[in-house]
């Protein structure tokens, strides 16, 4: 089945540093999603990321702050920049046609 | 008003009971419904879509929605322990998926 592959699958980093979390899908999809769980909250879309443009990105989240790479079909980065306490949360990288969800990212900031 | 709203929990049944989820959303314009489970610590699953009034069941689990009053629900027929998990309900009118805060199902053996 298909399969999308998340890392790190967990990390904690001190605060005002910058993570970068990777997404790989086994197959080329259109596209890519990233979403982040807070402890005990449901999940909130981030941006959407499609190859060969900018990510579209969701009220209250900022390129600034959530860069996205997308160089090809089956690739997307996120990257958690200038980091705080409150960034803590888990990140999930999604792909439309299936519907489905990577492992997921445990960010914890410190 | 939020998106989508779900029933709050926890939910506690006793094991071969049925375990019962509800969902309500605010667009009308929403094509596509989910329901995914999550274990503690884990990514979210999916277990059932749905995209047209009625029921659809897959082996324990019957998925019914109705459109015109906006509501979307989970039935978990003789429910197991395993079955214990938050579940969300996500709904879609384009590409992109609105998550209810989910409902937390225990199942007590």
């Known amino acids: 089945s298909a399969v999308i592959s998340q890392k790190p699958s967990r990390d904690i980093c001190q605060r005002g540093t910058s993570l970068t979390i990777q997404c790989q899908v086994d197959?080329?999809?259109?596209?890519m999603f990233w979403y982040r769980q807070q402890p005990g909250q449901s999940l909130t879309l981030i941006a959407t990321?499609?190859?060969?443009?900018?990510?579209?990105?969701e009220s209250g989240f900022v390129i600034d702050k959530f860069p996205i790479s997308r160089p090809n079909l089956t690739f997307s980065t996120l990257t958690v920049s200038n980091m705080s306490p409150e960034d803590s949360s888990i990140y999930l990288c999604?792909?439309?046609?299936?519907?489905?969800f990577g492992s997921g990212t445990r960010l914890t900031v410190v | 008003q939020k998106e989508v709203e779900q029933n709050s929990g926890p939910l506690s049944v006793p094991e071969g009971a049925i375990a019962s989820l509800n969902c309500t959303y605010s667009?009308?314009?929403?094509?596509?419904f989910f329901w995914y489970r999550q274990y503690s610590g884990k990514s979210p699953e999916l277990i059932m879509s749905?995209?047209?009034?009625g029921d659809k069941e897959d082996g324990r689990f019957t998925a019914q929605l109705n459109k015109a009053s906006q509501y979307v629900s989970l039935l978990i027929r003789d429910s197991q322990p395993s079955d214990s998990a938050t579940y969300l309900c996500?709904?879609?009118?384009?590409?992109?998926?609105?998550f209810g805060a989910g409902t937390t199902v225990t199942v007590r053996a």
């Open positions: 999604s792909v439309e046609e299936r519907r489905t």
């Open positions: 197959s080329q999809v259109t596209m």
């Open positions: 990321a499609n190859q060969g443009s900018e990510a579209t990105y």
């Open positions: 667009d009308r314009g929403s094509q596509s």
């Open positions: 749905i995209y047209s009034n």
């Open positions: 996500a709904v879609s009118n384009d590409y992109k998926l609105s």
